[in-house]
C-alpha cells in the first residue's frame, strides 16, 4: 500500500532492516539513507500496516534467550546494563521491563524494600531502646544527632509505623485544655491584620438595594435585601400582583425576550406543560403564537395523560 511519500523503494528497504530495531532507531536510519526527517510515529504506522505485529520481530529470539539467561536473581538496572552491553543498545529500565512482562520472563529478584534498607542495624536497634517518650520530631533530631544524618520526619515516623513500634506519647487532646486558636476564625499568617476588613467597609463590587444586572443566561436579577440577596425580576413583577408562584409552575417570556419583564408578556404554567413546549419547539416570538402552543401542549398533556389511564 505504497503512497506517494512511502514509496516501494522506501518499503522493500524497511523490509529488509526493521527486524530487531527500536522505531527510533529506524528512524535514524531512514533519514539518513532517504535524506528526509522520517519519525517514529510514521514508522510504526507504516510498518504495522505492512509488516503486521513487529512485537516478536523487534525482541528475537536470541535476544530472549539472553534475557532469560541474564535475569534469574538480578535487579533491574543491573540487567539493563547487561543487555545493553551485550547488543550496543541503549534501552531504557522501563523498556527491558516491559518486555520481560510481555514475554513472561521473571528474575526471582525481592527487593528489601525499606524496611530492610532505610536504616542501618545500630540505628534499628538505637530506634527500638530510645524513641519510647518522644514525639516523632524529638527522635528525629535525637537520632540524626547521634548518627550524623540528615533522615526527615516522615522517613522515621513511616519507618516506625511500618514495624509497629509506636512512639509511646498519648497524642489526644485531653479534657480541659485549651487549644492555642481558641476564639480565631481559621489561621491566618502573623501581619496580616493590616489588609482585613474594617468594620463598616464595602467591597468594590458591592451594589445598593434594588439594582438590576443581565446574568449570564438572560435574565435580569435584583438586589432585593442586603448584605447580597438578590431574585429574578420578572418573579417580582409576577408575584406583586398574583402572589407566590407554586412550586409546580414557572413563569414564560410570551414573546421569548427574557429582559422584557411586562406583566402581559408573562403566563404562568405547570413545569410539565414547560417540558411539552421545549420538546415540540411551541415558544415563539410572538406573543399570540406561544398562547396557542401553551394550548396545544395542554392539549397533548392531556392525550397522554388518557393514553396512560387506559393503558391501566
Request: hydrophobic share 35%.
Amino acid at each position: 500500500m505504497a503512497s506517494s511519500f512511502w514509496t516501494e523503494e522506501r518499503i522493500e528497504f524497511l523490509r529488509g532492516v526493521y527486524q530487531g530495531k527500536t522505531n527510533r532507531e529506524l528512524a535514524e536510519i531512514c533519514s539518513k539513507k532517504f535524506d528526509r526527517k522520517f519519525t517514529p510515529a510514521a514508522l510504526q504506522t507504516v510498518l504495522f500496516r505492512n509488516f503486521g505485529n513487529r512485537k516478536a520481530k523487534v525482541w528475537t529470539a536470541d535476544k530472549l534467550d539472553y534475557l532469560r539467561s541474564i535475569v534469574p536473581g538480578k535487579p533491574l538496572e543491573e540487567i539493563t546494563r547487561l543487555y545493553n552491553e551485550h547488543f550496543g543498545t541503549n534501552y531504557e529500565a522501563r523498556t527491558i521491563k516491559s518486555a520481560m512482562t510481555n514475554h513472561h520472563i521473571r528474575s526471582g529478584y525481592k527487593y528489601d524494600g525499606q524496611k530492610a534498607i532505610l536504616f542501618s542495624p545500630e540505628e534499628i536497634k538505637w530506634l527500638e531502646e530510645n524513641r519510647k517518650g518522644f514525639n516523632f520530631d524529638v527522635t528525629t533530631e535525637k537520632m540524626n544527632k547521634r548518627f550524623g544524618t540528615n533522615y526527615k520526619v516522615s522517613q522515621v515516623r513511616g519507618w516506625c509505623h511500618a514495624h509497629h513500634l509506636p512512639c509511646g506519647v498519648d497524642m489526644k487532646f485531653k479534657k480541659g485544655n485549651v487549644s492555642f486558636n481558641k476564639g480565631r476564625k481559621g489561621w491566618y499568617a502573623p501581619g496580616c491584620e493590616k489588609g482585613w476588613f474594617k468594620k463598616g467597609h464595602r467591597p468594590h463590587n458591592w451594589s445598593p438595594v434594588n439594582t438590576e444586572v443581565i446574568v449570564d443566561d438572560g435574565y435580569i436579577k435584583v438586589k432585593v435585601a442586603e448584605p447580597n440577596v438578590w431574585e429574578l425580576k420578572h418573579r417580582i413583577v409576577w408575584q406583586k400582583k398574583y402572589g407566590k408562584i407554586p412550586e409546580d409552575s414557572c413563569l414564560i417570556f410570551l414573546n421569548g425576550v427574557k429582559t422584557d419583564c411586562r406583566i402581559e408578556n408573562l403566563m404562568l404554567i405547570k413545569r410539565s406543560i414547560l417540558s411539552v413546549l421545549n420538546h415540540e419547539k411551541l415558544i415563539f416570538d410572538d406573543a399570540a403564537a406561544t398562547k396557542c402552543g401553551v394550548t396545544m401542549a395542554m392539549i397533548k398533556s392531556r392525550i397522554r395523560e388518557l393514553q396512560k389511564k387506559n393503558e391501566r
